[in-house]
């Protein structure tokens, strides 16, 4: 879809024209990301309960805007000025987004209206270490993913001296996807084709900067084909590492780099997946129940006040029990543990370390859209909208 100059002007102008009820729930999409945590919710609303909603989106090639479906309203914002001037002027009785840090730098709550703002996490990860100190302290419900979120949150709410926001036993809706498309491309039959995934996290000392030359190249002489997704920010902020990658492996066949969404046909077709702290590799563990591997790199610190808070990060508890980590200096024994890795140990034990971390597993959508119904109806018996 293509927009011209001041077109993100007019789509709010468009928007700001609806009728209280057409623009009552609205979902904010940050990035291109953002659609793979709301697909299955939004169904659920608008196919199931035959809701009305909004969908606005900073992201031009969002899926969402070429849908035809009546009970969505999509709206194109861009990440300027306009998106600025939409959370300040909103006028909605629910605002449902996986942007973080609300209140904290440019986005504000809206100046006009007691607009209710529910958060979804985009990753599994623990909130003190993989969000920014008050990441999350000004939204008024947090859809959490599993009974760490919540004991993390009441925590922080108790040093902090925040007030109690309403915390919901949703899930993750990402992985649910992910197994919906497992069960139906299982159907097909995809054919395993050696190919490995290999996911860097951003930060300075991510995998791609301290050997991701070096681990390439040591797949592709093992006779494995390699995908290479970075992390969207990496593309800006290591962009001579992926310049050289690509002078390096662009004329070998078996290499490939993917700037987007992963295709569902290469994730569900792959053997492997090579991480360091990225949140796609629990995604990709509970969904195959199969190990990933973690190189060693040191974890990127985003909220330096983590120790704050009592509880161990999940993400470095769980690393261990669902996959290898490797140190830099010995990844020369990673195709060995791929040759093995559908005979793996460490497989028996992920379907179990999944219902002990995530909700409602195939089941968020329906709690999720249950509670927005059940505050909707609060709201408007308030007579906030008609």
């Known amino acids: 879809m293509v927009f011209g100059f001041g077109k993100e002007w007019k789509e709010l102008?468009?928007?700001?024209?609806?009728?209280?009820?057409?623009?009552?729930?609205?979902?904010?999409?940050?990035?291109?990301?953002?659609?793979?945590?709301?697909?299955?919710?939004?169904?659920?609303?608008?196919?199931?309960?035959?809701?009305?909603?909004?969908?606005?989106?900073?992201?031009?090639?969002?899926?969402?805007?070429?849908?035809?479906?009546?009970?969505?309203?999509?709206?194109?914002?861009?990440?300027?000025?306009?998106?600025?001037k939409f959370f300040l002027t909103l006028k909605a009785s629910i605002l449902i987004m996986d942007m973080p840090d609300l209140e904290t730098f440019h986005i504000k709550r809206s100046k006009v209206f007691p607009v209710h703002y529910i958060y979804i996490f985009h990753s599994m990860f623990s909130v003190h270490s993989y969000l920014r100190k008050g990441a999350i302290d000004n939204f008024d419900t947090i859809f959490c993913v599993g009974e760490h979120h919540k004991n993390e949150i009441r925590e922080t709410e108790k040093i902090y001296g925040l007030k109690k926001k309403r915390l919901v036993e949703y899930g993750f809706g990402r992985l649910d996807t992910l197994l919906q498309e497992k069960t139906k491309l299982e159907i097909k039959k995809l054919d395993k084709n050696n190919l490995i995934i290999i996911t860097p996290s951003y930060g300075k000392d991510n995998l791609l900067e301290v050997c991701g030359i070096e681990l390439i190249d040591i797949l592709l002489k093992s006779n494995f084909k390699v995908l290479l997704r970075p992390h969207f920010r990496i593309f800006k902020e290591s962009k001579n590492t992926i310049d050289k990658i690509k002078k390096r492996f662009d004329s070998n066949g078996n290499f490939q780099i993917e700037e987007g969404i992963i295709p569902p046909e290469k994730f569900h077709s792959s053997t492997c997946m090579i991480s360091d702290w990225s949140g796609i590799s629990l995604e990709y563990a509970f969904t195959f129940e199969r190990p990933v591997i973690f190189i060693d790199v040191p974890k990127k610190e985003l909220n330096p006040h983590s120790k704050d808070i009592s509880s161990e990060p999940i993400e470095n508890i769980i690393r261990s029990k669902v996959g290898y980590v490797i140190p830099t200096d010995n990844l020369t024994k990673i195709p060995d543990i791929i040759k093995n890795i559908e005979k793996d140990p460490i497989s028996e034990n992920i379907g179990e370390i999944l219902s002990k971390t995530v909700y409602n597993v195939m089941q968020s959508s329906k709690i999720g859209a249950n509670v927005i119904e059940d505050i909707h109806n609060e709201i408007s018996k308030d007579k906030k909208f008609s």
């Open 13 to 84: 102008n468009r928007f700001s024209k609806l009728s209280d009820k057409q623009r009552s729930i609205v979902f904010y999409a940050e990035n291109k990301a953002s659609i793979n945590h709301f697909r299955l919710l939004i169904s659920e609303l608008t196919e199931k309960k035959n809701l009305q909603i909004c969908y606005v989106t900073s992201e031009k090639e969002d899926p969402l805007l070429l849908q035809e479906n009546d009970n969505i309203h999509t709206f194109y914002i861009g990440d300027g000025t306009v998106r600025t």
